[in-house]
C-alpha cells in the first residue's frame, strides 16, 4: 500500500510557550497546533507523557499508564474555576529552558490548591465526570495513586527501600498505609484525571485541526514505578526486589561503553501465560490517547541487550531472544484493530529484527544525520541516504537523543562537510533548511524533524544527550519564534514536495 505523503514536527509538550515553567496542555499548545495546520503539517510527535522520575526523563516513567502532573495547564484550571488567581504566588521563571527544581514543587502546591477547592465545591458535571474517569481507569489507577502517596510518604526514596511488608506487598500493610494516605490516594486519583481531562480536549482540538498525534512508548519501564512494584512476577527481580539483569545497548554510535539504561527487563515467559495483559492494556490506552504509536527500542522485541545487574557499564553483555511477532499477534486480537506503529529500528539490526519488521508490516525511520555522516575515503553507502529511502518508512532529520542539524555541522569534519555539500547542492549556510527540504522530498511517506532545527539552533537546543546525567529534556521555545515569515516558508515547501494532504485523508492513497 503506497501511504499518503505528509510532514510533521517533533516537540515535547514541556517545550512549549507558558508563563508557568514548563510547557503544558493550556493555550500555548493550542496555538502550536494552529502554526502546525497554518504551516501544512499533518503530524506533532511527542515523547512520553507519563509522570517522571530519575532525572526528568520521560523515558523513566514512574507508571506506563499515568500521565505526568506537570503538563496540566493551570490556565485551564483557572478557566474551570479549580483555581483562583489569589491562590497563586509565581515564581520568576525563565522561558528558555525547564528550571525542574522549582518548577515541580511549585505546580504541585497548585494542583493540591485545586483539588481542595474541587473538595469544597464539588461542581455536578465535573463530579460526574471524574468518577467516570476514575472507574475506567481503575485497573491502573489504584495501584499508581497508592504508589505515588507512598513515595511521598517516605521521601521520594525508590520502593526497594521501603518496609519490608511494603517492598513485598503485604495486604495487611497496603490496607493500613491505604487508610493512613487515604486523602492523598484521593488527591492523586484527582490529579491523573485533571491530566486526561485535559489531554482529551487538546487531542480533540487537533483532530479538527486536521493534525494527528504520534505518541511514543517505550518497550522498557522503570523499575521505580508502580508498574514493577504491583507486578515483580512480571521482570528479573531479586528478593529485595532489585534487578538481577537490565537493560541498554551494547557500544555504538552515542557511546563507546554502550548504554546502561538500568530497566528491568520482561519476564517474557511469565507475560505469555497472561496473554501478554500487561502489553494489551498499555495499548489499549495509548491508542486511545493517540493517532499513532512510535516503539522506541523496537529492536528488543526480537531479541535485548541483557546486562547483569551489578555491571557497571553496557559492555558485558548479552542478546537475549524476545517475544516477537507473537506478542503484536496477541496485542492486534485483544484489541480487534490494528494501531497504527512506527518503528525505532535504529542501532545494530540484525536479521531477526528485519524479518519482524517486514511480517508486520510496521515502517521504521531513517536519520539523515547518520546517513550523512557514514563517509569513507568520499564515498557513503549508507542505507538512511535518501537514494534508499522507501515509501514505508519515516525520515528525520534528527530526534530527540541527537544533537540539533546546526550543532550535528558544526562539529563534522571537512569530509562529510564536503560529501553533504556536494550531495545537496548547497553551500552548508542553511543546512537546516537544507535537511528539512531533504527530508520533505524524500520518498517515504512522512517527514519529521525536530522544531529546533526549523529555528536554526546549535547545540543550545538540544533535547536530549544519552550517557549525560544531567541537563537534559529542558529545552522551551518562544510565542515569538514562530514568526509569520517561518509559517509561509515551511508551508511552500511542504507544498512543493506534495506533503500538505492530512494524513490518511489524501486522495493519491492506492493499493498496489
Known amino acids: 500500500m503506497?501511504?499518503?505523503?505528509?510532514?510533521?514536527?517533533?516537540?515535547?509538550?514541556?517545550?512549549?510557550?507558558?508563563?508557568?515553567?514548563?510547557?503544558?496542555?493550556?493555550?500555548?499548545?493550542?496555538?502550536?497546533?494552529?502554526?502546525?495546520?497554518?504551516?501544512?503539517q499533518s503530524i506533532w510527535q511527542i515523547l512520553p507523557l507519563g509522570p517522571t522520575g530519575y532525572g526528568d526523563s520521560p523515558y523513566q516513567a514512574l507508571s506506563a499508564f499515568a500521565g505526568n502532573p506537570m503538563l496540566i495547564s493551570p490556565d485551564l484550571l483557572l478557566d474551570e474555576g479549580l483555581l483562583d488567581n489569589k491562590d497563586i504566588v509565581k515564581p520568576s521563571f525563565p522561558d528558555t529552558h525547564v528550571d525542574f527544581e522549582n518548577v515541580i514543587p511549585f505546580k504541585i502546591q497548585l494542583l493540591q490548591k485545586a483539588y481542595a477547592n474541587f473538595l469544597t465545591n464539588r461542581p455536578l458535571a465535573l463530579t460526574k465526570r471524574y468518577k467516570q474517569f476514575?472507574?475506567?481507569?481503575?485497573?491502573?489507577?489504584?495501584?499508581?495513586?497508592?504508589?505515588?502517596?507512598?513515595?511521598?510518604?517516605?521521601?521520594?526514596?525508590?520502593?526497594?527501600?521501603?518496609?519490608?511488608e511494603l517492598v513485598q506487598r503485604k495486604p495487611k500493610a497496603l490496607a493500613d498505609w491505604s487508610r493512613k494516605l487515604k486523602n492523598e490516594i484521593e488527591r492523586s486519583h484527582f490529579v491523573q484525571f485533571l491530566f486526561f481531562d485535559q489531554w482529551e480536549k487538546l487531542h480533540s482540538y487537533a483532530s479538527s485541526r486536521d493534525v494527528r498525534i504520534i505518541g511514543d512508548i517505550p518497550i522498557f519501564v522503570a523499575h521505580d514505578s508502580s508498574d514493577v512494584w504491583s507486578h515483580p512476577e512480571w521482570f528479573y527481580l531479586d528478593t529485595k526486589g532489585n534487578p538481577t539483569v537490565v537493560s541498554g545497548v551494547p557500544p555504538d554510535y552515542f557511546s563507546e561503553t554502550?548504554?546502561?539504561?538500568?530497566?528491568?527487563?520482561?519476564?517474557?515467559?511469565q507475560l505469555k501465560k497472561e496473554n501478554y495483559s500487561f502489553w494489551v492494556k498499555r495499548f489499549k490506552l495509548l491508542a486511545h490517547m493517540f493517532d499513532l504509536i512510535r516503539i522506541d527500542h523496537f529492536r528488543g522485541f526480537a531479541s535485548n541487550w541483557e546486562i547483569p545487574g551489578d555491571e557497571e557499564t553496557a559492555i558485558n553483555g548479552i542478546w537475549k531472544k524476545g517475544p516477537g511477532v507473537d506478542l503484536f499477534k496477541a496485542i492486534a486480537l485483544a484489541i480487534g484493530t490494528e494501531v497504527p506503529i512506527i518503528a525505532e529500528d535504529l542501532?545494530?539490526?540484525?536479521?531477526?529484527?528485519?524479518?519482524?519488521?517486514?511480517?508486520?508490516?510496521?515502517?521504521?525511520?531513517?536519520?539523515?544525520?547518520?546517513?550523512?555522516?557514514?563517509?569513507?575515503?568520499?564515498?557513503?553507502?549508507?542505507s538512511f541516504l535518501p537514494q534508499h529511502h522507501i515509501n514505508n518508512q519515516v525520515v528525520y532529520t534528527g530526534t530527540h537523543d541527537n544533537?540539533?542539524?546546526?550543532?550535528?555541522?558544526?562539529?563534522?569534519?571537512?569530509?562529510?562537510?564536503?560529501?553533504?555539500?556536494?550531495?545537496?547542492?548547497?553551500?552548508?549556510?542553511?543546512?537546516?533548511?537544507?535537511?528539512?527540504?531533504?527530508?520533505?522530498?524524500?520518498?517515504?511517506?512522512?517527514?519529521?524533524?525536530?522544531?529546533?532545527?526549523?529555528?536554526?539552533?546549535?547545540?543550545?537546543?538540544?533535547?536530549n544527550q544519552p550517557g549525560k546525567p544531567d541537563g537534559n529534556w529542558q529545552y522551551r521555545f518562544s510565542e515569538r519564534d514562530l514568526s509569520p515569515t517561518l509559517t509561509e516558508d515551511l508551508l511552500q515547501m511542504t507544498q512543493l514536495y506534495g506533503r500538505t494532504g492530512a494524513e490518511g485523508k489524501n486522495d493519491t492513497d492506492e493499493t498496489k
Open 2 to 40: 503506497t501511504r499518503p505523503r505528509t510532514s510533521g514536527i517533533l516537540l515535547h509538550p514541556t517545550s512549549l510557550p507558558s508563563e508557568w515553567g514548563i510547557g503544558d496542555f493550556g493555550p500555548g499548545a493550542y496555538r502550536f497546533i494552529d502554526f502546525l495546520h497554518a504551516s501544512g
Open 134 to 164: 476514575c472507574n475506567k481507569h481503575k485497573y491502573w489507577l489504584n495501584d499508581f495513586c497508592l504508589f505515588a502517596a507512598l513515595k511521598g510518604a517516605h521521601q521520594w526514596q525508590s520502593w526497594t527501600s521501603w518496609p519490608r
Open 258 to 269: 554502550g548504554q546502561r539504561w538500568g530497566n528491568p527487563l520482561f519476564n517474557w515467559k
Open 347 to 382: 542501532g545494530i539490526i540484525t536479521p531477526d529484527v528485519t524479518k519482524m519488521l517486514e511480517e508486520l508490516g510496521f515502517p521504521g525511520m531513517a536519520i539523515l544525520q547518520f546517513g550523512f555522516e557514514a563517509v569513507q575515503g568520499g564515498l557513503n553507502s549508507s
Open 403 to 463: 544533537d540539533t542539524i546546526r550543532g550535528w555541522w558544526d562539529k563534522q569534519p571537512e569530509e562529510v562537510r564536503d560529501f553533504t555539500r556536494r550531495y545537496l547542492n548547497t553551500d552548508g549556510v542553511m543546512i537546516h533548511r537544507d535537511m528539512i527540504r531533504t527530508a520533505l522530498a524524500s520518498v517515504a511517506h512522512l517527514a519529521i524533524f525536530p522544531l529546533q532545527d526549523l529555528f536554526g539552533l546549535g547545540n543550545e537546543g538540544r533535547m
